[in-house]
């Protein structure tokens, strides 16, 4: 495994179109996070997952969102009716967590889709 | 709420310097920082970790500090290169389970 994965690397849309993002975390990570970055900015949390179950969700991420982690594998990020401001990078992050001993925090990143809607 | 602030939007440093990046932050107590590296067009990379029992981290030519007192974390690369050249993220556990980053400071090492 060499890492985090992001499926496109880059999408163009137009206004009002939906799209959906594609991450593959580190196989034997439980925990999977999904950000926002803009340019000039660092990444802003948007939501996570423990697993299948998804624990917490910015203010952020407004209900044109939603996201998936049906098997707790990969997960999927949906914008419905896209606007203008939802141009970003979004980037994937996962990590092992465990409760109790030794807590394993670090993030990896995935390399991020890069959204662009005119 | 929490804020997070990195020195300097941009910082130019002489090859073979050493460079110090800061990272402060208010209204809150993290149990650890952590800072990243992030090129230009990709997802931020791990660096180190330190936690707020730990007063300073070392890994190759990097050291971090993290003063809870002043809630201030130095980063600091000795003998910088080109390649060392790239935004440095500095960022906090949230409390909540993600991760609450700066802005980040764009280093240039000349050559």
């Known amino acids: 495994d060499t890492g985090v994965s992001q499926d496109p690397r880059h999408k163009i849309t137009k206004r009002g179109q939906n799209v959906t993002f594609r991450c593959d975390p580190i196989?034997?990570?439980?925990?999977l996070y999904w950000y926002r970055q803009t340019l000039g900015q660092g990444p802003e949390f948007l939501t996570y997952f423990q697993n299948e179950a998804q624990l917490e969700k910015s203010r952020l991420l407004s209900d044109r969102f939603s996201a998936e982690r049906p098997k707790g594998s990969f997960s999927t990020l949906e914008i419905q009716r896209t606007e203008q401001g939802d141009s970003a990078m979004y980037l994937c992050?996962?990590?092992?967590?465990?409760?109790?001993?030794?807590?394993?925090?670090?993030?990896?990143f995935g390399p991020g889709t890069r959204l662009l809607v005119l | 709420s929490q804020k997070i602030e990195q020195n300097s939007e941009a910082l130019n440093i002489q090859e073979g310097k050493t460079a110090t990046l800061t990272c402060n932050y208010t209204n809150y107590s993290p149990a650890y920082l952590q800072w990243y590296r992030q090129d230009p067009g990709r997802g931020p990379v791990f660096l180190l970790l330190?936690?707020?029992?730990?007063k300073e981290k070392r890994k190759e030519r990097l050291k971090v500090t993290f003063d809870t007192t002043l809630k201030q974390s130095l980063f600091h690369i000795t003998a910088s290169q080109p390649a060392d050249s790239a935004t440095y993220l500095c960022a906090l556990e949230s409390g909540a389970n993600n991760l609450f980053f700066g802005t980040g400071t764009r280093l240039t090492v000349i050559p």
């Open positions: 196989s034997e990570h439980n925990r």
């Open positions: 330190i936690r707020e029992n730990e």
């Open positions: 992050a996962s990590s092992s967590w465990t409760s109790g001993g030794a807590l394993k925090e670090t993030q990896y």
